[in-house]
């Protein structure tokens, strides 16, 4: 509802909304409009789902994931982290020179 609201009188504003709001707010309202549809209630109560979701994890599993999944996506996050950086900053300001050491 909030972000609604915010999209809203954003748009009256003349500002531009943050498209993760919109797809946000968008998805909220398919979620809700989905459940209406379907006869349930809408609840809105806390919910853990890291304790069903790793109910079973063994340190084997861990292992695994770290070697096959997490160690081989590091050099590409931490690519994309330097080409975005360099990106802003060469749009944030294009007149400074950089040296390089």
Do not use: I, M
Request: hydrophobic share 50%.
């Amino acid at each position: 509802g909030t972000a609604l609201c915010f999209v809203l009188a954003s748009r009256h504003a003349g500002e531009r909304v943050p498209s993760a709001l919109t797809l946000f707010s968008v998805g909220v309202l398919l979620a809700a409009g989905q459940l209406a549809y379907a006869g349930e209630p809408v609840r809105f109560r806390p919910v853990a789902p890291a304790l069903w979701a790793l109910s079973g994890v063994d340190g084997t599993d861990a292992t695994r994931a770290l070697l096959d999944a997490a160690l081989p996506q590091l050099p590409l996050t931490t690519l994309n982290s330097v080409v975005s950086v360099c990106h802003l900053a060469k749009q944030l300001a294009p007149e400074a020179k950089v040296t390089p050491r």
